[in-house]
């Protein structure tokens, strides 16, 4: 008998469950087998049926229930040792072994399916691919696979569903697309109430945690403006972290982040304040003294003092700008990106509490240090310009905002809305007659 040729997907492509990939209807009896270790999957499988000292394994482990099991036990490894593109090999591999035994409809393939798309989305960060592999695999299930006959096979169905769409709501947060994220959570949320009650306990997955849930539908909450509702996500968010790994928890960080955005889209900014205090106490408490993250929350901070518009809070506005700032210079380099938008939004608050001269020092001391075009050098430049022309130093702000439009140009494109409101100035300044003076 001559061998079957079966596709094996590969990282960059694969076919569709609907494609001519599909398991022979005639049993496969032992002679069979034998005759297709030279195929295509035998060769893809070559490297990892030898162990690390050159020996093979039994041929019997070669069968492609075998190889599944030996691939899905390889995916946890890699990815508790954070070999996450090496466990991203593995899930396409799986997909492919799911199809060879058990067909294009079964529920196993659309598992394999949705673990190669939450895949894409968690460790390779392609969230176009992530959402064509789980449609791919809610296809599979809405075509209708066989009625579970076992507790099991329903854990897995209804697992499966949740790894669906929690990938799906993830990507549409990653659009900004909180209705449809919104929708696809909380089918999460109810499929999860399902599971809870088929195991007459909380369901525990290895991927995807209840606080994670939470945490998706509080985000996209907050998208859609509905304040409350996602205050009251991501407090259970909180609840969960500290009931698990207590209250210092570096999780919290960014729940606390996401609990003070929205209570400044409330004008709450002292709830804000707060939260962002909790998180900046964290950072300080579970990070080295100067980190990025403490940067970060920092620079948060003072941006939440600064949004209150409170002067009482202006001397801890200046106190977190200018830590944020330090500890970037020193963690990140006085040109990192990062360090030069911590300058734009100091500089920005510097301006709004009358320090002009000191927020233009700050900006030509991090502009002389940056080469690369970038839209934050282009925003610095826009601010020197301005600068520079409220003093009445014409040429000088017209020279840097000419510089500010070369840059704009390059990074935008001339029709931008920035671009053209730079050239807009630009013209008029030429029109008045005052550039040569």
């Not at 090999?89 to 799986?94: A, D, F, H, V």
């Not at 909180?178 to 999860?192: D, F, N």
């Not at 509905?226 to 919290?252: H, M, Q, T, W």
């Not at 100067?290 to 920092?298: D, Y």
């Amino acid at each position: 008998m001559l061998p079957i040729p079966i596709h094996i997907p590969t990282d960059s492509t694969y076919l569709d469950p609907g494609s001519q990939c599909t398991t022979p209807k005639t049993a496969i009896t032992s002679s069979d087998t034998e005759e297709t270790e030279g195929s295509v999957l035998d060769y893809t499988e070559r490297s990892q049926d030898t162990h690390r000292n050159g020996s093979r394994l039994p041929k019997r482990q070669s069968y492609p229930m075998d190889k599944l099991t030996k691939a899905e036990m390889r995916v946890e490894q890699f990815i508790k040792d954070r070999e996450f593109l090496t466990a991203h090999k593995e899930l396409i591999r799986c997909v492919a072994l799911c199809r060879i035994i058990y067909g294009d409809g079964h529920w196993r393939l659309a598992e394999a399916f949705a673990n190669l798309a939450y895949g894409y989305l968690t460790y390779r960060g392609l969230p176009a691919q992530a959402k064509q592999h789980a449609e791919s695999a809610k296809s599979i299930l809405l075509r209708g696979v066989e009625i579970a006959k076992s507790s099991e096979e329903k854990t897995g169905i209804l697992g499966t569903l949740v790894t669906i769409y929690y990938t799906l709501g993830m990507v549409y947060l990653q659009q900004n697309n909180g209705r449809e994220a919104y929708v696809s959570l909380q089918k999460v949320e109810k499929i999860t109430e399902d599971l809870s009650e088929l195991q007459g306990k909380t369901p525990v997955t290895g991927k995807i945690s209840e606080k994670d849930i939470a945490l998706a539908l509080g985000r996209a909450c907050l998208i859609q403006n509905k304040f409350s509702s996602a205050i009251n996500y991501f407090e259970r968010a909180e609840e969960l972290v500290v009931s698990c790994d207590g209250d210092s928890s570096p999780e919290l960080i960014s729940i606390y982040r996401d609990m003070a955005k929205c209570e400044q889209k409330r004008k709450r900014h002292d709830q804000a304040i707060q939260h962002l205090l909790q998180a900046h106490s964290i950072c300080q408490s579970v990070y080295k003294p100067l980190s990025v993250e403490a940067a970060q929350t920092g620079l948060l901070l003072a941006k939440g003092y600064t949004a209150s518009g409170s002067s009482d809070y202006s001397e801890l506005a200046e106190k977190f700008f200018t830590e944020s700032l330090s500890m970037y210079r020193v963690v990140l380099g006085p040109d990192d990106p990062e360090t030069l938008i911590a300058c734009v939004e100091f500089s920005k608050w510097l301006i709004q509490s009358g320090n002009t001269q000191e927020a233009y020092k700050l900006l030509h001391e991090a502009v002389g240090i940056e080469t690369e075009y970038n839209e934050t050098v282009a925003e610095m430049l826009s601010i020197m310009g301005s600068i520079c022309l409220a003093d009445g130093k014409i040429s000088k702000g017209y020279r840097l905002l000419k510089k500010c439009l070369e840059i704009q140009v390059a990074v935008y494109g001339s029709q931008h809305s920035k671009s053209r409101e730079t050239q807009n100035l630009l013209s008029t300044l030429q029109k008045s007659g005052a550039v040569g003076e």
